[in-house]
C-alpha cells in the first residue's frame, strides 16, 4: 500500500515509516498540516496515518479535507489522549480507525491489514500513482478528486479494466456498452475519446487495435 504518515514527534515517524517499509509498504512521511496538504494534492495514497496534534493545520482539518474531497482513503487516527470530543469528531468525518500513543508496531499492523482486507474487497483497480478507480462505486479517482462518468463511460470503463492490458473486442465492448439498445451504429470511437479526455495530464491509457478493438494499459507502480 502507497502511506502518507503525517506525525510531528520526528523519532515516532521514522519508527512507524522504517517498519511499514520492513513490512513491505510504500511509505512517505511529513511532520505538518501544511506539508501535507501539499502531498496529498499531488499524489494517490491508499491509507493515511494522521496525528491530530500537528502544527501548522491540526490532524482533525487534514482528515476533513480528505473527506471533503471526497475520497474514501482509509485513515488512521494517532491521539496522544482519549479525549471524548476529539474522537467523536474524527469519527463524524470519517476516520476508520483510532491508536493510542503509546502503541506497539504490531497493534498498528493489526489495524493496517485490518483495513488492508476492507480495502480489498472494494475492488479498488490502481491505476497509476494518482490514478484509482473503484469499481464497486463506479467512481474514478484522479489526484483524489472524483471524475464523474455518465453511465456508458463506466460500462466502457470497466469492461476495459476487467480486461486491462487485453485487447477487447469492437463487439463485444459495443454489446456490453449498449446493452440490449438496438442502433444502426455504434459511436465507440466518439465513446473512447470522450473518455480519453478525463486523464488530463497528457498520459496515454486506452490503445487501439486497428480492425480489432480497444486496450487498456496501466502504469506499473
Known amino acids: 500500500m502507497k502511506i502518507l504518515i503525517i506525525e510531528d514527534d520526528i523519532q515516532l515517524n521514522t ?60 485513515v488512521i487516527i494517532i491521539t496522544a489522549s482519549l479525549e471524548l470530543e476529539n474522537l467523536k469528531v474524527a469519527y463524524k468525518d470519517g476516520c476508520d480507525e483510532y491508536i493510542k500513543k503509546p502503541f ?9 491489514d485490518k483495513i488492508c482486507q476492507s480495502y480489498n474487497n472494494q475492488k479498488i483497480i490502481i491505476i497509476s500513482e494518482n490514478i484509482s478507480y473503484d469499481t464497486s462505486s463506479e467512481e474514478l479517482f484522479i489526484d483524489g478528486e472524483v471524475k464523474r462518468l455518465r453511465k456508458k463511460e463506466k460500462r466502457l470503463l470497466s469492461i476495459l479494466l476487467e480486461n486491462v492490458n487485453k485487447t477487447v473486442s469492437t463487439q463485444t465492448l459495443e ?17 473512447v475519446n470522450g473518455l480519453r479526455k478525463y486523464f488530463e495530464n497528457g ?14 494499459e496501466t502504469k506499473k507502480i
Open 15 to 74: 519508527t512507524i515509516t522504517n517498519f511499514l517499509k520492513y513490512k513491505g509498504h510504500e511509505t512517505t512521511s511529513v511532520e505538518d498540516g501544511e506539508d501535507a496538504l501539499e502531498y496529498i494534492d499531488k499524489n494517490f495514497y491508499n491509507l493515511f496515518i494522521i496525528d491530530i496534534n500537528i502544527p501548522k493545520i491540526s490532524g482533525l482539518e487534514i482528515l476533513k479535507y480528505i473527506r471533503q474531497r471526497d475520497l474514501k482513503t482509509p
Open 175 to 191: 454489446n456490453y456498452v449498449w446493452e440490449n439498445e438496438i442502433k444502426e451504429s455504434y459511436p465507440l470511437r466518439q465513446l
Open 203 to 216: 498520459e496515454k491509457f486506452i490503445f487501439s487495435d486497428a480492425g480489432i478493438g480497444y486496450r487498456f
Open 104 to 112: 506497539y508496531l504490531e497493534e498498528l499492523e493489526i489495524k493496517i
